[in-house]
């Protein structure tokens, strides 16, 4: 019984110290987020989209085409071709408010359309490229889920010397990670795999995206002639009461196609 009592102390002082680290961490974060504010103020100089995007075809472009990523649409995407399944990686330029941004990444799919007004949209040109299945990158995502005023992913955009520091700093962090994803998502299995670990284990949200994990998952299933499944998830999908009458006719008419 000692024996239990002094393990569960210990326990209890680990906790503790842990909780002490957190708040000691959250402090020296919000303190950086205000050093970082107080000096964005002083050296402000906008960076302007046409220099932006300068900027993007020197340092960001070559980079993405290295692992895959060899098309720029001139803007926010970079994106692969497709294979042989059906499957696009793509990475997006995500604008913040305040002069900053970041990546997100994921993959768009020849067999899930996406409704935009009263129809089903395909996504497979160059020019309706979309991520479909979606991902922030790590940092961010943290920094969003935990509130934090530390985004360690953010690309700051107040002046062309940040501007370069961040992106050569976020890319240098993230590019081995994304590759990861990439290698890791390149088959419908593999993709409808990591779509069941989120059903399982949600990434933290703020409100429901329209396209959800079961949405796709839905179409995924009926590309593989898995009608069942299909109908399960998109009738898993409807349960989030994201779209009106019209358009469950629409969509369930697509999978059932």
């Known amino acids: 019984m000692k024996h239990a009592t002094n393990h569960s102390q210990t326990v209890g002082i680990n906790l503790s110290k842990m909780n002490i680290f957190s708040k000691i961490k959250d402090i020296i974060d919000r303190r950086k987020s205000l050093n970082e504010i107080y000096d964005d103020i002083e050296n402000m100089d906008v960076v302007l989209l046409e220099k932006k995007l300068e900027i993007f075809s020197e340092m960001v472009t070559p ?19 497709f294979n042989d399944e059906g499957i696009k990686h793509v990475v997006e330029f995500n604008v913040f408010k305040y002069y900053g941004g970041s990546f997100s990444f994921g993959n768009c799919f020849q067999s ?3 409704l935009s007004g009263k129809k089903l949209i395909n996504h497979r040109t160059d020019k309706s490229t979309k991520i479909i299945y979606y991902k922030r990158l790590e940092g961010w995502q943290k920094s969003f889920e935990h509130n934090k005023p530390f985004n360690p992913d953010k690309i700051s955009t107040v002046n062309e010397q940040k501007l370069r520091k961040s992106l050569d700093k ?17 088959t419908i299995e593999e993709n409808i795999s ?4 989120d059903v399982e284990n949600p990434s933290f949200e703020i409100g429901q995206r329209i396209i959800s994990t079961e949405y796709i998952l839905a179409f995924l299933y009926k590309q593989k002639d898995d009608l069942d499944s299909a109908e399960y998830w998109i009738q ?4 989030k009461s994201l779209n ?13 196609k």
């Open 63 to 81: 980079k993405f085409a290295e692992i895959g990523l060899k098309n720029w649409n001139g803007k926010y995407i970079w994106y692969s071709d």
């Open 112 to 114: 899930v359309p996406t």
């Open 170 to 186: 976020v890319l240098s962090n993230n590019i081995p990670k994304l590759q990861k994803w990439f290698n890791e998502k390149t």
């Open 194 to 197: 990591g779509l069941l670990k």
């Open 236 to 239: 898993e999908h409807f349960k």
């Open 244 to 256: 009106d009458k019209t358009e469950m006719e629409l969509i369930i008419k697509r999978i059932k």
